[in-house]
Each structure stands twice: as structure tokens, then as C-alpha cells.
């Protein structure tokens, strides 16, 4: 219920700030703040190992990158272009979306 009330509260948030910075630096904000703290817990919780990439720096980065900065980018871009609620139907519709397109594509 946490995570739902997070990310329904994310767009009207993120439309509002909107209004006094652009979605680039918004991203780069959001995620400058985020990635100490998500490392210290990584840290904290799993030890400095967690750490090594173990060769795989560039895709980690890469995929890392698209993954989370990507989407959160492109939901801003997006709001630009939309009422806050429609953005939040959409992110909500996904787990669904995801779920059916698998039921499609599974070998039967």
C-alpha cells in the first residue's frame, strides 16, 4: 500500500514541480539524491562485495541508467503533455499490461 500511495502521489508531485524546473534536472536531482542513499543501505546490508561489478561496469551502468533515470525522465517528458492522472492510469495499468503480454507469448 506504501508503494502504491508513492507512486499515485508521484505525478501530481512531479507536475507541480514542473512548473519551476524542467524534467532534465528534475531527474538528475531525484536520482543525485537517491544513489548515496541506496548504496549506503546496499552497503550496510549486504557489505562492500555488493559492490563489485565484476566486469559488467559499462552494462550495469547502461541498463541501470535506462532503467531508472529512462522511466522517470520519460514520465516527465510525458507530463509535460498531460494531466497528472492520466500519466498515474498509465503506470498503473502496467503490472497488468506486462502480465498479459506474457499469457500471450508463453509457449503452450
Known sequence: ???ALCWGAMFPIAAS???HIDP?????IRYGVAVPVWIAL?????GRRALRPDGRTLELFALGSLGFAGFNLLSYL???HTR????ALIVAAQ??????????????
Open 17 to 19: 514541480a514542473m512548473h
Open 24 to 28: 532534465f534536472p528534475l531527474t538528475a
Open 84 to 87: 497528472p492522472q492520466d500519466a
Open 95 to 108: 503490472p497488468l499490461l506486462t502480465v498479459l503480454v506474457l499469457w500471450l507469448t508463453a509457449k503452450q
Open 1 to 3: 500500500m506504501l508503494a
Open 78 to 80: 510525458g507530463l509535460e
Open 42 to 46: 546496499l552497503v550496510a546490508l549486504e
